[in-house]
């Protein structure tokens, strides 16, 4: 679990990971890469991101699902520092074998290189 210095682990969220983001155009992925049972109690209702340290313009977002079915996004948005976009994730594809980004960090930060967080918000049981 994350540590309680987590603002969004009060929330009842998880983090499911995190990438710094340079000026360039990039791509990254961020493998949920749990076995199938770690997912059987762990669907996620909507994703969250969020921006640190410096703005981040986010082109677009793809998502793999367990069962292999792959749903992209056209975000094409400025996640502004400090801000989150929530992405809702539909019925029975919430159990997230991957996300993949294609962003780049905006500004310079001079509190160092932009890093974008994702985190889960739990389906409520």
């Known amino acids: 679990d994350a540590p309680s210095s987590d603002p969004y682990a009060g929330r009842g969220w998880q983090l499911l990971g995190e990438q710094t983001v340079g000026p360039m155009v990039d791509r990254d992925v961020i493998n949920v890469g749990q076995s199938e049972e770690w997912f059987r109690n762990r669907a996620y209702r909507a994703l969250h991101l ?3 340290r410096s703005d981040v313009h986010l082109m677009k ?3 793999t699902y367990l069962n292999g079915h792959i749903e992209e996004y056209s975000v094409d948005r ?3 520092a400090g801000r989150e976009v929530t992405i ?6 919430s159990y997230l074998r991957s ?4 962003y780049r960090a905006v500004g310079g930060g001079r509190r160092g290189p932009a890093v974008v ?3 889960g918000e739990p389906v409520r049981r």
């Open 117 to 119: 967080k994702v985190y």
């Open 78 to 80: 400025l996640v502004i």
């Open 88 to 93: 809702d994730l539909p019925g029975e594809r």
């Open 61 to 63: 977002l793809q998502i």
């Open 99 to 102: 996300i993949e980004f294609n």
């Open 50 to 52: 969020i921006a640190e």
